[in-house]
Structure formats: structure tokens, C-alpha cells
């Protein structure tokens, strides 16, 4: 025959009527008690993040996908000699407008150059090479070479004017050399 | 046997020493211990994976949005290329990829009888670059070319202005003339000029 336990008759509040003492026994006082709470929280957050693991898969996969497509589309043949010509073309045009901007055109001062010898000098040579500038003259007289020569270095255009004068038979010869100022681009 | 009655001190004492508190303190120890093994092995993962999923969709979708960029941008550029797709074929000849000067030499040959000369020789050369070549272009390399020219000094200017008015964008680098004539009486101007090519050969491919 079962005999229920005896619970102690008793109307102390301070002690229970009924505190197990074995380990196994406050385990499950406590799961029944906390612990039920804590894996019901626990299980809601893990059920939570479980379906919503399921739309952020779908949303990451659908992305995949069109990534795929659109990088297949890229890596058509067409589309790949397509954006290196455009790319090419693009470069192109900045360097010519680079180039257009950024290079001095020297027709201009070559023009300068041979408008401003005065008719008393005679060119025998001319050479403009890369802003440097020779001539080989004839005059009759000093007093012009000395005007040129007082006018080119008076200009701020021309730096390290340099003259060398040689009397021939009936001429003056004059060799002028000088730099031009470059501009900054 | 006669029950001893107990004072105040004993019971505080009771209180005190009560296994109930014990039983508080365990469950307390046990509790927090369980609710962190919890956050650490069950919850703080689930929230890392999340995370990282969020961040791949944020990174394809960016990368989703600069391919559509990139897709659109290829579209428009192949709509304004068809339209302008004879202009886009001249700058093959005034820029040419091959050293293949054609469309040069016809605009000299032009600008050099327009203004009354003859032209003598033509030469092309790599460029000897100085310091006065400062431009810095990703894909136009300056070459040399060489012209000699038979005529009078007095166009000489308008030549030199033609040259350099060419849509090729050629610097005239070097002219000399000296005033020896000719039979006919007219002068031997040797003039040089920067001009660009393109050194890749399938640029326009």
C-alpha cells in the first residue's frame, strides 16, 4: 500500500511547511519557478531571429541574384569593349583639353619676334628653337644695333639678351641671342 | 521533555540563518548564471548572424545600386555615341593610334599651298621631351615632325599660324630660314613642330 508522506503539522511561518534540502530537488523548484521564464524569453527571441532569418535570406538572395545577372550582363563582350572605348574616349577628350589649354602656341611670338627688328637690320639667319632665339643681322650703322639692342633687354619678354658685333669690310655684323620667358601653365 | 521557550535573539538568529534566504541566494547565483550562458551561447550568436547577413544585404545592395548606375551610364553613353559616331570617328585620324598621320599630311600639304609655299620634305620623330613640356596627358604622346617649306618670308607668319590652327593642336617648336634664296628667289624654312599621337594601338578598338 502507498502511504502518502506525512507533511509536518505546523503554524511557524518561518519555517516552511514543506523546503527540499537534495540539489536535484531546489533544480527543479527553481526551473519551475525562474528558469521557465528565462527559456520562454529565450525561445521567443531564438523564434524571432528564426523567421526573421527567413526574410533577410530571401531579401539576401534575391540580391545575389540580380547581382549575378547584372555582372553577366556586364561581362557580355559588347558591354566590356563598350566601357574601355567610352572610358578610352573620355581620357581622349581631357587631354585635348588639356592640351589645348595648357600648351603655348609660339606662332604668335615668332611673329613678335621678326615684326619687331627694326628695318635698319638686315636678318641674314633666323633660328626659334624651344624659346630660344637667334639672329644673325647686317646694319650700316651702330646706333640702330644699339636701339635693338637696348629694346630687347628693356623687354621683360626676353631674358639673357646677349650681342656679339663684327665689323666686315662695309657691314656691321650683329648676332643677337636670347631666351623668351616662359609662361607657368 | 520540557520545549525551552526562545527569546528575540534567537529568532533574528532563525531568520538570519533561515534556509529559505539560502534557497533565495541559490536560485539568484543559478539564475544569473543561466541567463548569461544564455545571451552567450544562444542569443549574442543569433544576433551576430543577423548582423552579418544584415551587412551582406547593405554591401549588395550597394553594389546592386552602382551596377544599375554603371548599366544606365553604359546605356546613355552608347545612345550619345551612336548619335555622334562620325564625330568620335574623325578624332581617329586627327589622334591616330598607329602612327598612321593621313589626315597631318593633307592639312599640311593645304596650309602650306594656301599660303603660297612648296613643301619640301616631311619627317616624323619621337619627340625629345624638355623642360618646357610640362603637359601631362594620360594617353596623347608628343611626336616630332619636320617640315621644310620653299616660299617668301613675308607669309611666313600666316604658315606658322595655319600650322598651329590645325585641329591636331601642333606646336610650332623650331623655325629657321636664312636669306639665301633659290633661283626663284624664294627661301628654305625649316620648321618643327610637336605633335600627338595615340601609342596604343587598339585604343580605338
Same mark, same amino acid.
Given at each position: 500500500?502507498?502511504?502518502?508522506? #506525512? ?50 535570406? #530571401? ?6 541574384? /540580380? ?31 588639356? +592640351? ?8 604668335? @611670338? ?21 624659346? #630660344?632665339?637667334?639672329?644673325?643681322? %647686317? ?9 635693338? /639692342?637696348? @629694346? ?14 663684327? #665689323?666686315?669690310?662695309? /657691314? +656691321?655684323?650683329?648676332?643677337? %641671342?636670347?631666351?623668351?620667358?616662359? /609662361?607657368?601653365? | ?15 538570519? $540563518?533561515?534556509? $529559505?534566504?539560502?534557497?533565495?541566494? &541559490? ?6 548564471? !543561466? ?6 551561447? &544562444? ?55 598607329? &602612327? =598612321?598621320?593621313?589626315?597631318?599630311? &593633307? =592639312? ?22 624638355? $623642360? ?38 601642333? !606646336?610650332? $617648336? ?25 601609342? =596604343? ?5
Amino acid at each position: 500500500m502507498f502511504k502518502s508522506e #506525512k507533511q509536518p503539522q505546523s503554524i511557524d511561518f518561518l519555517q516552511p511547511v514543506y523546503s527540499p534540502t537534495d540539489i536535484w530537488s531546489n533544480a527543479y523548484m527553481w526551473l519551475t519557478e525562474v528558469g521557465k521564464y528565462l527559456l520562454i524569453a529565450v525561445e521567443v527571441i531564438v523564434l524571432g531571429v528564426f523567421i526573421s532569418r527567413f526574410v533577410l535570406d #530571401k531579401k539576401n538572395n534575391d540580391l545575389t541574384e /540580380e547581382v549575378n545577372s547584372k555582372v553577366t550582363l556586364l561581362s557580355n563582350d559588347t558591354w566590356k569593349k563598350n566601357t574601355v572605348l567610352f572610358d578610352n574616349y573620355q581620357s581622349l577628350l581631357f587631354d585635348v583639353q588639356k +592640351i589645348r589649354e595648357g600648351q603655348e602656341i609660339n606662332s604668335t @611670338a615668332v611673329s613678335e619676334l621678326i615684326n619687331g627688328v627694326p628695318s635698319s637690320l638686315k636678318i641674314k639667319n633666323f633660328s626659334f628653337t624651344r624659346g #630660344k632665339v637667334s639672329f644673325l643681322f %647686317t646694319a650700316n650703322n651702330l646706333n640702330a644695333i644699339k636701339n635693338y /639692342e637696348s @629694346a630687347l633687354k628693356s623687354n621683360t619678354d626676353y631674358h639673357d639678351v646677349r650681342f656679339t658685333i663684327s #665689323k666686315d669690310s662695309n /657691314e +656691321i655684323n650683329v648676332r643677337a %641671342t636670347f631666351s623668351l620667358y616662359e /609662361e607657368e601653365e | 521533555m520540557e520545549k525551552k521557550g526562545l527569546n528575540t535573539t534567537e529568532y533574528i538568529k532563525i531568520i538570519k $540563518e533561515s534556509p $529559505e534566504k539560502k534557497k533565495g541566494y &541559490a536560485f539568484a547565483i543559478v539564475t544569473v548564471v !543561466v541567463a548569461i550562458a544564455l545571451v552567450v551561447l &544562444a542569443i549574442r550568436p543569433t544576433i551576430l548572424t543577423i548582423s552579418r547577413i544584415n551587412k551582406e544585404i547593405k554591401e549588395k545592395e550597394r553594389i546592386d545600386t552602382a551596377l544599375t548606375q554603371k548599366i544606365s551610364t553604359l546605356t546613355e553613353l552608347d545612345k550619345q555615341y551612336t548619335e555622334q559616331k562620325a564625330n568620335f570617328t574623325s578624332l581617329k585620324l586627327i589622334y591616330p593610334a598607329n &602612327a =598612321n598621320f593621313s589626315l597631318l599630311l &593633307a =592639312n599640311i600639304e593645304s596650309v602650306v599651298s594656301r599660303n603660297g609655299y612648296a613643301l619640301g620634305s616631311v619627317g616624323f620623330d619621337k619627340y625629345d621631351k624638355n $623642360e618646357n613640356y610640362k603637359i601631362s596627358a594620360k594617353y596623347l604622346v608628343p611626336w616630332s615632325l619636320r617640315v621644310t617649306v620653299k616660299g617668301r618670308v613675308v607669309n611666313l607668319i600666316n604658315l606658322l599660324k595655319d600650322f598651329e590652327g590645325m585641329p591636331m593642336y601642333p !606646336v610650332v $617648336e623650331s623655325v629657321s630660314y636664312s636669306s639665301q634664296v633659290d633661283k626663284a628667289g624664294l627661301t628654305t624654312f625649316g620648321i618643327n613642330m610637336r605633335i600627338y599621337q595615340i601609342e =596604343n594601338s587598339n585604343f580605338y578598338e
